[in-house]
C-alpha cells in the first residue's frame, strides 16, 4: 500500500485509530443481533482485550523504547522506568477525577467526582478510559517509524494498530450489550457502544505529532502509553473479567490474547 506509506506519520496514525474506532463500532454492532450475552462470554471478551494490551505494551512499546534510548545515547532502564511509571500515574489522576463506572457494577460504586450522569453515561466513560492509552499507543508507534530506528518499523506501527482493533472489538460489544439488556433501544446501545471509541483519533494524532516533532521524548513516550495500558489492565480489565467468578475462562482468554498479539507483533514488525 504505496499511498500509505507516502503519508505523513500524522495521517497514517488518524487512519489507523479511524480503523480501531471503527473495531469498536463493529463490536458495539453486536447489539443488533444479540440483546443477552453470558456473564462467561463477556469475561472472555474482556480477559482476551486485557492479554492483548499486556503483549502489545511490551512488544511494540517497552522493547522499542528500550532500544531506541540506548540509540540516542540515554540511560534505557532509567527513561524507559520514568516514563513507564508516569504514563501509570497519569491514568491514576484520570481515574481519581473522571467520572465512570465499570461493567457489572452499581451506579452507587461509580468512580471519579461524584455526579448525576446516567448509569450509560459513566460505563462509556470507563471504556473511553482504557482508549486514550491504546490510541496515543498507536499515534507514537507511527510517529517513531521515522526515527530511523530498527525497532521501530511502520510494520511494527500496522501490527499494534491492528492489535489494538481486533481487542476494541470486545470492549464495543462490552459497552452496548449490557446497555441492550438494561432495556435501552438497539440503536441507542450501539451510539453509547461506538462512541467510547471517539477518543482514540484524537490521542493518536496527539501521539504522533508530539514524537515527530520531539524526537528525544519518543522513548519516554513509548513507555508513557505502555505505562498507562498496564495501568488499565490491572486497575480495570482484568478486575472486570474476573467480576463474579469465572476467572478460569477469563484467564486463558488473556492469554490467548497475549499470543495473538505477540505472533502479529513478531510476523508483521
Same mark, same amino acid.
Given at each position: ?26 463490536? *458495539? ?13 463477556? +469475561? ?14 511490551? /512488544?511494540?512499546?517497552? +522493547? ?5 534510548? #540506548? ?5 534505557? /532502564? ?30 452507587? #460504586? *461509580? #468512580?471519579?467526582?461524584?455526579?448525576? /450522569? ?12 482504557? +482508549? ?18 530498527? *525497532? ?25 450489550l449490557p446497555l441492550r439488556r438494561e432495556g435501552y433501544t438497539p440503536l441507542k446501545s450501539f451510539m453509547y457502544g461506538q462512541a467510547s471509541g471517539i477518543v482514540e483519533p484524537i490521542a ?19 513507555a508513557f502509553a505502555a505505562g498507562a495500558m498496564i495501568f488499565v489492565v490491572v486497575e480495570e480489565l482484568i478486575p472486570e473479567a474476573q467480576h463474579e467468578g469465572e476467572t478460569d475462562i ?20
Amino acid at each position: 500500500m504505496d499511498w500509505f506509506k507516502d503519508l505523513s506519520p500524522v495521517f497514517q496514525a488518524f487512519i489507523a485509530t479511524l480503523f480501531t474506532w471503527g473495531v469498536t463500532a463493529l463490536g *458495539s454492532s453486536m447489539v443488533f443481533f444479540f440483546k443477552n450475552v453470558s456473564k462467561k462470554l463477556l +469475561n472472555s471478551m474482556l480477559g482476551f482485550a486485557a492479554g492483548v494490551m499486556i503483549a502489545a505494551s511490551f /512488544w511494540s512499546l517497552i +522493547n522499542p523504547a528500550l532500544e531506541m534510548a #540506548e540509540s540516542l545515547k540515554q540511560i534505557p /532502564w532509567l527513561v524507559v522506568s520514568i516514563g513507564f511509571l508516569a504514563g501509570g500515574l497519569f491514568l491514576l489522576l484520570v481515574d481519581k477525577f473522571l467520572p465512570h463506572l465499570h461493567l457489572g457494577f452499581d451506579k452507587n #460504586e *461509580s #468512580e471519579g467526582i461524584k455526579t448525576s /450522569w446516567q448509569r450509560s453515561v459513566l460505563l462509556v466513560l470507563a471504556i473511553t478510559l482504557h +482508549n486514550i492509552p491504546e490510541g496515543l499507543a498507536v499515534g507514537v508507534a507511527f510517529g517513531g517509524a521515522v526515527a530511523g530506528i530498527p *525497532s521501530a518499523t511502520l510494520a511494527g506501527a500496522v501490527a499494534l494498530a491492528i492489535g489494538i482493533g481486533i481487542q476494541n472489538f470486545p470492549e464495543g460489544a462490552a459497552v452496548s450489550l449490557p446497555l441492550r439488556r438494561e432495556g435501552y433501544t438497539p440503536l441507542k446501545s450501539f451510539m453509547y457502544g461506538q462512541a467510547s471509541g471517539i477518543v482514540e483519533p484524537i490521542a493518536g494524532v496527539i501521539g504522533a505529532a508530539a514524537v515527530i516533532y520531539m524526537e528525544k521524548i519518543l522513548p519516554f513516550a513509548l513507555a508513557f502509553a505502555a505505562g498507562a495500558m498496564i495501568f488499565v489492565v490491572v486497575e480495570e480489565l482484568i478486575p472486570e473479567a474476573q467480576h463474579e467468578g469465572e476467572t478460569d475462562i477469563s484467564t486463558i482468554a488473556t492469554m490467548l490474547g497475549f499470543i495473538i498479539m505477540m505472533i502479529l507483533d513478531v510476523t508483521l514488525g
